[in-house]
């Protein structure tokens, strides 16, 4: 494909009106009609843009096609308080729960909060609540009613009854915290608010920032609030940061691109051409009726920086053959016509980088990947047609082509002397050897990469963040975390108070217990337990689940009657939920391990032990799914590269020599991620397909102008130096283009866009480094000779 690739010589001959491919001659034929199409799509996609929002939505993060995920969707509406939900601390700085003053404030942000649009009212959960009951027995029977007493009026004696009221209920450590210096609000949401349309996070989270700093702000109370609505919020709130990135990042490519051609106009037109299809992208995103996420929004960065890299490309072209004597029509063309094929297969690689992230099955993902894709095609046509035809008419400055022409003659030298030396046989088979080395190491490194979080809170944010300061004082004030992993009992219908199941369930609760990370388990089991030692007069040794099923069946009734959460309403569905001290990989890897093993041997006809629901048990399947989708995403990827190579070079030889390369940095990438503590998850899994995806760029053109020259019949060592002169110094500012477009995300206050930043600043220079340095070496034991 790219073996037609020639070096210009001296004096390029004008191309004629009918030469070219077909292609070309309609491209050059109709300049003036293609920069009105161009005009035109970009006012009507730009316009697209008023419409596009940045948001998120829960069931998008969710692998929707894994088993664990359908058994949860399937028994969604029967899992009581398990769904999305925002969990909100209200403390008294001052004393302790039982100051009236402070519960008239408490009662008045419990109120705020219950009025929020997108709230499940029916199952909030607060002192403040009728939904929270306490119970116990008398000679009369059982009696009981809500924690707040219903006369309550701040009194010493109603005081005095709430506080009992608490302990009856059994609330503290879950509503109530352990020391008694706050009480938590457990709220509920609905996928939708009350107008039918899909629940706006980012509107949610604003309106509960507004309510803790109202009443924050009065000195009387401190609020902590965690929770997926309130996580999006202020990954949102972040992101609106990333205009300023995208500002600085784009006056950091700009000023290197300025350096090196020192032709502001032609500068300017790459700049342009990258930014409309910037603008492209996100017309098409909004017009597809899809938003931005804080994954997806971070693409347009890529875009503009794989725009300007291959924009690169196209002006180092023509500002040589301009600087050799040629007009500025002539030199786009021939510019056109030796790099379109090199170019449309380096974007037809981006490409693959990008859509092999569609085999992993969470929406969220996908959407990165359609949005991605659509920016890189974009680019085929503002960087591979559009900049040409400008720069047909705007050419550059006859001072900056003749500095570029002087450069590329003496290119011969220094570095490029050194690189060219790897052609020898003692530098080659150092430097493999070196590689050879790095790569064992890194591999053996690499095997440590856990998937999931590494760490407590949420690790999408920075350990100092107010999300995840909230999240240490919850978690060191209460027994159970907002980080909940429920296990799903069902049962034929009216069959989850049979004795066998309630047996089997607190079976696997004890063994749940005994894991590292599992601070406590809830049950119906364990209201069952409860309500027959209080039908006892608190006699201990009934502090057990009856044999009697009639006794079972009366306590089971008596839960129901108080709208207890661990059954569902046809009793055929009992969560066992687990409370964790985080969400580490490790952590929720033991309790799948042990609930698989549990559910193996104890799975039958009257009961079925089901993964999984609440936050851990999402987050937990979302972690098998990223680490079966991750090998496969690389298979993918390192195919789709391996045929576009060989299509490209005809050579199996030179297939292997480019793809080498983008190995060692894969492996690399993996063991720097072991080093800095990043683990393998949905924010990182995408950005090694990327970097093999983008990285193969280099190859392409290195290969391909090397290839030529030893076809023409130079030796291995003028070929790769004629190479060096070429296109070496283009590689190089590619390399460090594509660094400076995202290594400023390393400043953001969201921690997985500075993780990736790291990673694809890392993988974009150490690619374009081992090109320059492994394809002489390897070249010179796999291609001394070419046909």
Same mark, same amino acid.
């Given at each position: 494909?790219?073996?037609?690739?020639?070096?210009?010589?001296?004096?390029?001959?004008?191309?004629?009106?009918?030469?070219?491919?077909?292609?070309?001659?309609?491209?050059?034929?109709?300049?003036?009609?293609?920069?009105?199409?161009?005009?035109?799509?970009?006012?009507?996609?730009?316009?697209?843009?008023?419409?596009?929002?940045?948001?998120?939505?829960?069931?998008?993060?969710?692998?929707?096609?894994?088993?664990?995920?359908?058994?949860?969707?399937?028994?969604?509406?029967?899992?009581?308080?398990?769904?999305?939900?925002?969990?909100?601390?209200?403390?008294?700085?001052?004393?302790?729960?039982?100051?009236?003053?402070?519960?008239?404030?408490?009662?008045?942000?419990?109120?705020?909060?219950?009025?929020?649009?997108?709230?499940?009212?029916?199952?909030?959960?607060?002192?403040?609540?009728?939904?929270?009951?306490?119970?116990?027995?008398?000679?009369?029977?059982?009696?009981?009613?809500?924690?707040?007493?219903?006369?309550?009026?701040?009194?010493?004696?109603?005081?005095?009854?709430?506080?009992?009221?608490?302990?009856?209920?059994?609330?503290?450590?879950?509503?109530?915290?352990?020391?008694?210096?706050?009480?938590?609000?457990?709220?509920?949401?609905?996928?939708?608010?009350?107008?039918?349309?899909?629940?706006?996070?980012?509107?949610?989270?604003?309106?509960?920032?507004?309510?803790?700093?109202?009443?924050?702000?009065?000195?009387?109370?401190?609020?902590?609030?965690?929770?997926?609505?309130?996580?999006?919020?202020?990954?949102?709130?972040?992101?609106?940061?990333?205009?300023?990135?995208?500002?600085?990042?784009?006056?950091?490519?700009?000023?290197?691109?300025?350096?090196?051609?020192?032709?502001?106009?032609?500068?300017?037109?790459?700049?342009?051409?990258?930014?409309?299809?910037?603008?492209?992208?996100?017309?098409?995103?909004?017009?597809?009726?899809?938003?931005?996420?804080?994954?997806?929004?971070?693409?347009?960065?890529?875009?503009?920086?794989?725009?300007?890299?291959?924009?690169?490309?196209?002006?180092?072209?023509?500002?040589?053959?301009?600087?050799?004597?040629?007009?500025?029509?002539?030199?786009?063309?021939?510019?056109?016509?030796?790099?379109?094929?090199?170019?449309?297969?380096?974007?037809?690689?981006?490409?693959?980088?990008?859509?092999?992230?569609?085999?992993?099955?969470?929406?969220?993902?996908?959407?990165?990947?359609?949005?991605?894709?659509?920016?890189?095609?974009?680019?085929?046509?503002?960087?591979?047609?559009?900049?040409?035809?400008?720069?047909?008419?705007?050419?550059?400055?006859?001072?900056?082509?003749?500095?570029?022409?002087?450069?590329?003659?003496?290119?011969?030298?220094?570095?490029?002397?050194?690189?060219?030396?790897?052609?020898?046989?003692?530098?080659?088979?150092?430097?493999?050897?070196?590689?050879?080395?790095?790569?064992?190491?890194?591999?053996?490194?690499?095997?440590?990469?856990?998937?999931?979080?590494?760490?407590?809170?949420?690790?999408?944010?920075?350990?100092?963040?107010?999300?995840?300061?909230?999240?240490?004082?919850?978690?060191?004030?209460?027994?159970?975390?907002?980080?909940?992993?429920?296990?799903?009992?069902?049962?034929?219908?009216?069959?989850?108070?049979?004795?066998?199941?309630?047996?089997? !369930? +607190?079976?696997?609760?004890?063994? #749940?217990?005994?894991?590292? $990370?599992?601070?406590?388990? %809830? @049950? /119906?089991?364990?209201? &069952?337990?409860?309500?027959?030692?209080?039908?006892?007069?608190?006699?201990?040794?009934?502090?057990?689940?009856?044999?009697?099923?009639?006794?079972?069946?009366?306590?089971?009734?008596?839960?129901?009657?108080?709208?207890?959460?661990?059954?569902? !309403? +046809?009793?055929?569905?009992?969560? #066992?939920?687990?409370?964790? $001290?985080?969400?580490?990989? %490790? @952590? /929720?890897?033991?309790? &799948?391990?042990?609930?698989?093993?549990?559910?193996?041997?104890?799975?039958?006809?009257?009961?079925?032990?089901?993964?999984?629901?609440?936050?851990?048990?999402?987050?937990?399947?979302?972690?098998?799914?990223?680490?079966?989708?991750?090998?496969?995403?690389?298979?993918?990827?390192?195919?789709?590269?391996?045929?576009?190579?060989?299509?490209?070079?005809?050579?199996?030889?030179?297939? &292997?020599?480019?793809?080498?390369?983008?190995?060692?940095?894969?492996?690399?990438?993996?063991?720097?991620?072991?080093?800095?503590?990043?683990?393998?998850?949905?924010?990182?899994?995408?950005?090694?397909?990327?970097?093999?995806?983008?990285?193969?760029?280099?190859?392409?053109?290195?290969?391909?102008?090397?290839?030529?020259?030893?076809?023409?019949?130079?030796?291995?060592?003028?070929?790769?130096?004629?190479?060096?002169?070429?296109?070496?110094?283009?590689?190089?500012?590619?390399?460090?283009?594509?660094?400076?477009?995202?290594?400023?995300?390393?400043?953001?206050?969201?921690?997985?866009?500075?993780?990736?930043?790291?990673?694809?600043?890392?993988?974009?220079?150490?690619?374009?480094?081992?090109?320059?340095?492994?394809?002489?070496?390897?070249?010179?034991?796999?291609?001394?000779?070419?046909?």
């Amino acid at each position: 494909m790219m073996a037609s690739t020639t070096i210009p010589p001296a004096a390029p001959p004008a191309p004629t009106a009918g030469s070219g491919s077909l292609v070309e001659r309609l491209i050059f034929g109709h300049r003036a009609w293609i920069l009105l199409l161009c005009g035109l799509l970009s006012l009507f996609l730009g316009a697209q843009l008023r419409h596009l929002d940045i948001s998120a939505s829960y069931e998008k993060m969710l692998p929707q096609g894994h088993p664990y995920i359908r058994n949860y969707l399937e028994n969604r509406d029967k899992l009581r308080g398990l769904d999305d939900a925002v969990r909100i601390v209200v403390a008294n700085p001052k004393g302790d729960v039982f100051d009236p003053a402070w519960l008239d404030t408490m009662r008045q942000v419990n109120d705020e909060i219950y009025m929020l649009p997108g709230v499940d009212r029916t199952w909030m959960k607060s002192i403040w609540t009728p939904v929270v009951r306490w119970t116990e027995v008398t000679e009369e029977g059982f009696v009981g009613g809500p924690v707040m007493p219903v006369d309550y009026d701040g009194s010493p004696a109603a005081i005095a009854q709430l506080r009992q009221n608490i302990g009856r209920a059994g609330v503290i450590g879950s509503l109530v915290a352990t020391d008694f210096s706050s009480t938590m609000i457990v709220v509920p949401l609905r996928g939708t608010d009350a107008d039918g349309k899909a629940l706006d996070y980012h509107r949610l989270a604003t309106s509960l920032e507004q309510i803790r700093q109202k009443h924050e702000g009065t000195g009387k109370v401190g609020i902590q609030i965690v929770g997926f609505a309130k996580l999006v919020g202020d990954l949102i709130d972040g992101l609106m940061q990333v205009a300023m990135f995208f500002g600085v990042a784009a006056a950091i490519v700009a000023g290197v691109l300025l350096m090196y051609t020192r032709s502001l106009r032609s500068t300017l037109l790459v700049i342009a051409c990258s930014l409309v299809a910037v603008v492209w992208q996100l017309g098409a995103v909004s017009l597809l009726h899809y938003a931005l996420d804080p994954f997806s929004v971070l693409v347009p960065f890529l875009v503009f920086a794989i725009g300007v890299s291959h924009g690169a490309q196209k002006m180092n072209g023509i500002m040589q053959d301009i600087g050799r004597g040629l007009d500025k029509l002539s030199a786009a063309r021939l510019t056109f016509r030796r790099l379109f094929l090199a170019g449309l297969t380096a974007l037809l690689a981006d490409v693959v980088g990008f859509a092999v992230l569609m085999v992993v099955d969470i929406p969220v993902i996908r959407e990165l990947a359609l949005a991605a894709s659509l920016g890189v095609g974009a680019l085929i046509f503002t960087n591979l047609v559009l900049l040409p035809v400008l720069l047909s008419y705007v050419g550059v400055s006859e001072r900056s082509a003749r500095r570029s022409l002087d450069a590329q003659a003496g290119a011969g030298s220094g570095l490029a002397h050194v690189l060219q030396g790897l052609t020898r046989p003692r530098p080659a088979a150092t430097v493999v050897a070196a590689a050879l080395a790095l790569g064992v190491a890194g591999f053996v490194v690499s095997e440590r990469l856990q998937v999931g979080d590494l760490d407590a809170g949420a690790p999408e944010l920075r350990p100092d963040s107010r999300y995840n300061r909230d999240n240490a004082f919850i978690s060191a004030h209460y027994n159970t975390s907002s980080d909940v992993f429920a296990v799903i009992v069902r049962t034929p219908k009216e069959g989850c108070g049979s004795y066998e199941a309630l047996v089997e !369930a +607190d079976r696997l609760g004890w063994a #749940l217990r005994q894991l590292p $990370g599992v601070q406590t388990t %809830a @049950t /119906l089991a364990d209201t &069952v337990r409860a309500y027959t030692i209080g039908s006892f007069e608190g006699n201990p040794k009934w502090l057990t689940i009856p044999t009697s099923q009639d006794i079972v069946n009366s306590q089971v009734t008596n839960a129901g009657r108080w709208n207890s959460e661990f059954l569902s !309403a +046809d009793c055929s569905i009992v969560p #066992l939920v687990a409370y964790l $001290g985080d969400h580490r990989s %490790a @952590t /929720l890897d033991r309790i &799948v391990t042990t609930v698989s093993a549990f559910a193996a041997q104890h799975n039958g006809p009257e009961r079925e032990f089901l993964l999984a629901a609440g936050s851990a048990g999402i987050e937990a399947t979302t972690n098998i799914v990223v680490r079966e989708a991750n090998r496969r995403m690389l298979l993918y990827v390192y195919g789709a590269v391996i045929l576009l190579c060989a299509i490209t070079f005809r050579s199996w030889r030179a297939v &292997v020599v480019a793809v080498l390369p983008l190995a060692l940095t894969s492996i690399l990438a993996e063991a720097l991620m072991v080093l800095l503590g990043i683990g393998l998850k949905v924010s990182t899994l995408p950005v090694v397909a990327l970097g093999v995806g983008i990285g193969v760029d280099y190859a392409l053109y290195l290969l391909s102008v090397q290839l030529a020259a030893q076809r023409q019949g130079l030796a291995l060592a003028e070929a790769y130096g004629r190479s060096l002169q070429f296109v070496g110094k283009i590689v190089a500012l590619v390399g460090v283009m594509l660094a400076l477009g995202v290594v400023t995300w390393v400043l953001s206050p969201i921690k997985f866009q500075a993780d990736m930043g790291i990673l694809l600043t890392f993988m974009f220079l150490w690619n374009m480094v081992g090109a320059l340095v492994l394809i002489p070496a390897l070249s010179h034991f796999l291609l001394r000779k070419v046909p």
